[in-house]
């Protein structure tokens, strides 16, 4: 049970969860308001629906337009899917053969690089997780004292890093789960003494709490439901986010864990081989890239579930990222093979904080580009300002100037105490943990020289945004960067495809991302002429610009206002209506 410094701390949790969505779910909102005009409908959406009535509706799409969907899986057997997917016309299914011999046996809709015969690779670490598995024999006795030369001096720097920002992510984690199951253990509670899969507030109400810390985790429940809309809502985040943490704790930060040479079997340190996986797409979780799917191109003549924003798409499923960070060689296959095998436009809804091969990945994006494909990158969930924070993939190479500005501009290591990380680092001091609010976080100032360094034009870097037109507007969550981030799109409270024929509301830039693709691909099924740097260009240009401040939380933790032209290179929300005008333009020069 849990004693009243955890209550204190519970509470403290759940209002972090409670801010990072602040905008209002207590509302009914049309399960295609993304879709739907901001003047018209009343809704912050891309004006699809009116691109698709004012501008489109005696035009006939000139190419149907391939977008790969780098996630975690994708269920070809959904209702709204299955017409829209990507099919392999060269191979024949099942007969165990590389008919058209690209490396790759029956990838019918695509290819799977975490898998094998053997099966599938569920979960992973994180790559932060990683690297200090693999730091950590070298250098746990080593002190600042130590002798170390430039290569050696490099990566103990890295090592110290990563083992701060580990100690600091397994503490919060260790801590929020003994939140989450508190929680958990009170709603089963009184589910079970009611006889239903989820009590009512009533039942919550009625129930006669057994210690004062149950009283207290009654009151979260209450207030938690009240902010996520209804009981059923909270039931199921409080659900989500159990699973998550104990992921977390389980696999993401288990230094003892990985299963890769079991089940995906390929020669990891072997960056340029690329063939090996399955042709197993959806894996054992396919909910996050069915969902990105949809917003992308679920069928928009079926006349169930949802419509995606393009009307002439073919979605190739490629599956790189399981319950866990992606791994960079996975990333870069890819995207590889999305390019030969016609892709136009890559989603990739994933990020990272750490960086273990970026070169493999900068290659392969110089490749995408050199072939004329479009990258759409989610800009992450941390509310973090990625012009200061690390976030891979991202567009800058790792070329030798970059190397040489990170060498002249290198950050001091930050003076922080260091506490041990509960569980798995026990009797070490290399672990550290902040308290929420503790210290005093001057502002970094932001030298812009360096967004001038080389970097891909084909990529396009996506902020979340929400429905109202209004303080609000920025998503809490969204990562936002006034050099880093491109452009917002609707990214909040999104309905779209789940595996089982389902249709669920998610919230995330993974979700902003896939508007910005499906939003593409629009615009190259009617211009198809166009080149990556031209539909980049275009959606850049045609954003409606948020004339207001909205509301956001700084480095330093304090709430704020500011110009959104702060926040994204645009100064706003992605526009169909607009960007398609505008692609007329460019289309006939």
Not at 426 to 432: D, K, R, S
Request: aromatic letters at 8%; a neutral charge; proline letters at 4%.
């Amino acid at each position: 049970m849990m004693n009243l410094k955890q209550i204190c701390l519970l509470i403290w949790c759940i209002g972090l969860s409670i801010s990072a969505f602040s905008q209002n779910k207590d509302v009914k909102l049309p399960a295609n308001w993304y879709n739907l005009d901001l003047l018209k409908d009343g809704y912050f959406g891309i004006s699809t629906e009116k691109a698709y009535k004012e501008l489109l509706g005696g035009k006939k799409p000139k190419e149907k337009v391939i977008v790969a969907v780098i996630d975690g899986g994708v269920d070809i057997k959904h209702e709204d899917l299955k017409d829209v997917l990507w099919v392999n016309k060269k191979e024949i299914p099942g007969n165990g053969i590389d008919d058209d011999a690209n490396g790759y046996i029956d990838d019918i809709n695509g290819w799977n690089f975490i898998g094998s015969e053997k099966g599938n690779l569920a979960y992973d670490n994180l790559e932060m997780t990683r690297i200090r598995r693999s730091l950590l024999p070298k250098y746990a006795s080593t002190t600042n004292m130590t002798v170390l030369d430039s290569v050696q001096k490099e990566e103990f720097e890295l090592y110290k890093k990563v083992t701060r920002e580990f100690g600091k992510k397994y503490n919060e984690a260790d801590q929020t789960f003994s939140v989450l199951t508190a929680i958990n253990k009170v709603l089963d509670s009184v589910a079970l003494i009611n006889k239903k899969k989820i009590p009512s507030l009533e039942d919550i109400d009625r129930y006669v709490a057994d210690s004062e810390e149950e009283e207290q985790v009654k009151k979260i429940i209450r207030s938690g439901a009240k902010e996520s809309g209804s009981i059923e809502k909270f039931f199921k985040e409080i659900k989500d986010g159990y699973k998550q943490y104990d992921v977390m704790l389980r696999y993401n930060l288990n230094l003892d864990y990985d299963q890769r040479k079991e089940l995906v079997g390929d020669d990891y340190a072997n960056s340029k081989e690329h063939n090996y996986g399955n042709n197993d797409v959806a894996g054992p979780n396919a909910e996050h890239g069915s969902h990105v799917s949809g917003i992308i191109g679920a069928n928009r003549t079926n006349g169930i579930g949802i419509n995606g924003i393009a009307n002439s798409v073919s979605i190739m499923a490629i599956r790189v990222v399981p319950e866990g960070d992606e791994r960079d060689k996975d990333v870069a296959n890819g995207i590889r093979y999305a390019v030969d095998n016609g892709a136009r436009i890559i989603n990739m809804s994933f990020g990272k904080g750490f960086k273990w091969d970026k070169q493999v990945v900068d290659e392969a994006v110089k490749y995408a580009g050199d072939r004329g494909v479009l990258l759409v990158h989610a800009a992450g969930n941390d509310n973090l300002d990625t012009d200061l924070e690390e976030n891979y993939p991202n567009k800058f190479f790792d070329s030798p100037e970059s190397i040489a500005y990170r060498k002249a501009h290198k950050k001091a290591e930050p003076k922080i105490p260091l506490l041990p990380v509960q569980g798995q680092m026990q009797n070490q001091n290399q672990g550290m943990s902040r308290n929420p609010g503790s210290g005093i976080i001057k502002p970094v100032p932001i030298d812009s020289a360096k967004f001038k360094l080389p970097h891909a034009g084909n990529w396009i870097e996506v902020g979340a945004s929400a429905y109202a037109d209004d303080g609000s507007l920025k998503a809490s969550f969204s990562n936002y960067g006034k050099y880093m981030v491109d452009v917002f799109a609707p990214g909040f409270m999104i309905k779209s495809t789940v595996p089982g024929s389902k249709y669920e509301e998610f919230d995330g830039t993974s979700m902003a991302s896939p508007v910005v693709s499906g939003l593409a691909a629009m615009i190259l099924s009617y211009y198809p002429d166009l080149k990556p740097e031209q539909v980049r260009d275009i959606i850049i240009k045609s954003v409606t610009k948020i004339d207001h401040k909205v509301k956001y939380t700084n480095s330093r933790n304090e709430s704020s206002r500011i110009a959104f032209s702060e926040l994204c290179v645009s100064g706003g929300i992605v526009n169909a209506y607009n960007a398609m005008k505008i692609a007329e333009s460019y289309s006939s020069k």
